[in-house]
């Protein structure tokens, strides 16, 4: 058994590691040289939990290539996960999808066997059918005959890649064809266990399913933020009891409401939009996303607000920033809460200490010297008049009212409700808990 894996980002390394850690033969296939140099050696361009462990326990069964060739093509499978971006019009775009189906058919020419192409990248429905299956018979191939297409999207989420590639929800299979279809529900009954849990469907609808996915996730973030932004006008309440007995009810559930600063990331905010995007392309007017989203951006103007209410004026402020990843266990920073709330701030010409345990390099790229950089989160309080919790890594469960009394306002904005401080000293703010002035 031998796959091909083009796009060796968060989806396809992630996938990469788990395959061959099952003793498949796989090709991983990346036109950034830099990235391929460094996965020769074991060494990932990002942090993601037990990736670099996978990758060392499948490295002989693992080979990595710049360049799509016959070689790559001689495979069971051909998995594409290249990313597909937001275009300038905030529509998706599939140009690395073509760009890797255009080699694919070149080197078709010189193959006499039939691929089949797993679609796990990120797009938008009928992608299969009018780009994929497009571009192939434009150039004379013959569907069926020559190659196959596949849907099959992925529900990864960052910070728990591994374990999702591992133990996936459901393995949705969207194709036309049922008997390629179930050849690859074979290839997967192979490596995971047999409760594992399938879905049939065709193309099309197997693409509309990650989108809705998505889009109703981000939905119950931006519905139970709003509950938190609520409570907070409200003194004694609290959104965490809130939301607790609301993921009782077996129809809500709780996941995803966990209040916070706002949802970031690759996948939710570019996800909603490129779903708004096409439903207007289709003649449908996505209202209830369009107020998801705005509502999303809002929230930095909500932690803006508490600051000004408590600090009065924002210029010449030293302010902390803890977390900067847009979620915990990740170095991403796509859009990321927290990079917005520094952006703003930098305009009202505040001053910014920011510290988190894996995105530092990431933030390096985007303001350079513009914020000062703190190796360890407990200088953050030296430095600072009053400081932002942001991101809910663990370590900042160590921080203390004794901490907080360091800066020179002593004040502090818990957005995720991870401390219990009660030092009437201090101005404490959890986001989404009512306190009597």
Not at 200 to 206: D, L, V, Y
Not at 305 to 334: A, H, P, Q
């Amino acid at each position: 058994m031998r796959v091909t894996v083009i796009g060796l980002g968060f989806v396809g390394l992630s996938l990469t590691a788990f395959l061959s850690s099952k003793k498949i033969n796989v090709i991983g296939i990346d036109s950034n040289e830099k990235k391929i140099e460094n996965l020769e050696k074991n060494i990932a361009d990002f942090f993601e939990p037990d990736l670099i462990t996978f990758l060392r326990k499948g490295r002989k069964f693992q080979k990595f290539s710049r360049t799509i060739n016959s070689e790559s093509l001689d495979s069971d499978f051909i998995f594409i996960t290249v990313g597909t971006p937001l275009d300038k019009k905030d529509q998706i775009n599939l140009e690395y999808v073509k760009i890797v189906i255009k080699k694919i058919s070149h080197n078709l020419k010189k193959s006499s066997k039939k691929v089949n192409i797993i679609l796990k990248s990120t797009v938008v429905p009928n992608t299969a059918m009018t780009i994929v299956k497009t571009v192939l018979e434009n150039d004379g191939h013959v569907e069926g005959k020559e190659f196959e297409v596949i849907s099959n999207p992925e529900f990864l989420r960052e910070g728990s890649a591994m374990k999702d590639t591992i133990s996936p929800h459901v393995i949705v299979i969207g194709g036309r064809n049922h008997k390629v279809r179930q050849n690859l529900m074979s290839f997967y009954k192979s490596i995971y266990p047999k409760n594992q849990e399938y879905f049939e469907t065709n193309n099309t609808t197997a693409e509309m399913i990650k989108y809705a996915n998505n889009a109703f996730l981000a939905t119950k973030i931006s519905f139970i933020n709003s509950l938190a932004n609520i409570c907070q006008k409200v003194p004694g309440t609290n959104v965490d009891d809130i939301a607790n007995v609301m993921g009782l009810d077996p129809r809500i559930s709780g996941l995803f409401l966990k209040a916070g600063p706002g949802y970031g990331g690759s996948c939710f905010p570019k996800d909603v939009q490129a779903l708004i995007s096409f439903s207007k392309s289709v003649g449908y007017d996505a209202k209830l996303l369009e107020a998801v989203q705005e509502n999303n951006q809002k929230q930095v103007l909500i932690i803006s607000s508490i600051l000004k209410k408590y600090l009065r004026n924002l210029k010449g402020k030293k302010i902390g920033i803890l977390g900067l990843s847009f979620k915990e266990n990740t170095d991403d920073i796509r859009e990321s809460v927290s990079i917005r709330l520094i952006e703003y701030l930098i305009k009202k010409e505040c001053k910014m200490f920011v510290h988190d345990p894996k995105a530092i390099k990431n933030t390096k790229k985007i303001f350079k010297d513009k914020i000062k950089y703190v190796k360890k989160f407990e200088d953050v309080f030296n430095m600072s008049d009053c400081a932002v919790l942001m991101t809910p890594w663990s370590i900042y469960k160590k921080i203390s009212s004794k901490q907080i009394k360091k800066m020179k306002k002593q004040f502090f904005i818990d957005t995720r409700r991870m401390l219990d401080i009660n030092d009437k000293e201090i101005i404490f703010v959890s986001l989404g808990i009512g306190k009597d002035e």
